[in-house]
């Protein structure tokens, strides 16, 4: 089941479909000599009737970027990502904002890892890239492009969702207790914890950096989380895979406290 919100918004700037008044103003951008030959998806002279067929696809997503009922520029995510904005509005963080946006909304959910290509001289698209959380390929390959008229020199980066969800991972509340995914920082913690369980479930001390990278957050409702109270002490776990949520606590005082809120925070997971 595709999951990928109509639209997403972050203050002023929105994601949204494109409509049919916004293809002037994409045509234009399209067509521009300083967007075109950075894009291999696009066909030149641009004909807007290919872009909403491409978006008519299963999985694939085009999305216009708006501010102030102004369209920025746009970007597609589906099996790949790519993205244009419009000259006059480069340098001022609104890619960065939108894709923030659309990645957030694709690996909420399980998703496999997204790729992005750039051409090897766009210096701004790799350092966005970069800073977004992909990681460079280190073998370049050529690709062509309309713009160019010539297969180019080509670098893919590629998102995986456990990175994703490292940089920014989900901060979940649970009455006076949150959760968040658990790290390998997190292993001497666990591993007191774990000291105290008689479940199979809980693995040994020289298995728990396999265990944790086992069951790392990927999206979706599966995943190994730490429980932190509001003084901030990490005083149990949670682990939810196919087996069912299995709870965990360092006393039976915290587990008293926050086991039921817990549960059901776990249980609103997608």
């Not at 350092?127 to 062509?144: I, K």
């Not at 920014?168 to 390998?184: D, E, F, K, M, Y």
Request: aromatic letters at 8%; proline letters at 7%.
């Amino acid at each position: 089941m595709d999951q990928f919100p109509e639209v997403l918004t972050d203050k002023e700037l929105t994601l949204r479909p494109l409509a049919p008044a916004d293809l002037t103003a994409i045509t234009s951008q399209l067509n521009d000599e300083r967007v075109a030959p950075w894009l291999a998806a696009v066909s030149r002279p641009f004909d807007p009737s290919v872009l909403l067929e491409h978006d008519q696809h299963p999985g694939e997503h085009i999305r216009a970027i708006v501010q102030s009922g102004e369209v920025l520029g746009g970007l597609c995510i589906g099996s790949t990502l790519w993205y244009w904005l419009a000259p006059d509005h480069w340098g001022q963080g609104h890619m960065r904002r939108a894709l923030m946006l659309a990645l957030s909304a694709r690996f909420r959910h399980a998703a496999p890892p997204l790729t992005a290509t750039c051409r090897e001289t766009n210096d701004a698209s790799h350092a966005l890239l970069l800073r977004l959380g992909f990681a460079q390929h280190p073998a370049p390959r050529r690709l062509f492009f309309h713009g160019t008229q010539r297969s180019e020199p080509c670098h893919d980066f590629v998102l995986a969702p456990e990175q994703w969800h490292l940089l920014h991972p989900p901060i979940i509340p649970a009455g006076s207790a949150t959760l968040r995914p658990a790290v390998q920082k997190d292993a001497p913690t666990l591993e007191l914890i774990f000291q105290r369980q008689r479940e199979d479930i809980w693995p040994i001390a020289s298995c728990l950096s396999i265990f944790i990278e086992t069951n790392r957050f990927r999206g979706g409702g599966q995943g190994l989380f730490v429980i932190i109270d509001d003084i901030r002490r990490t005083i149990g776990a949670a682990l939810v895979d196919d087996g069912g949520t299995h709870l965990c606590f360092l006393d039976d005082g915290d587990s008293e406290r926050h086991r039921d809120s817990v549960a059901k925070a776990l249980s609103a997971l997608e």
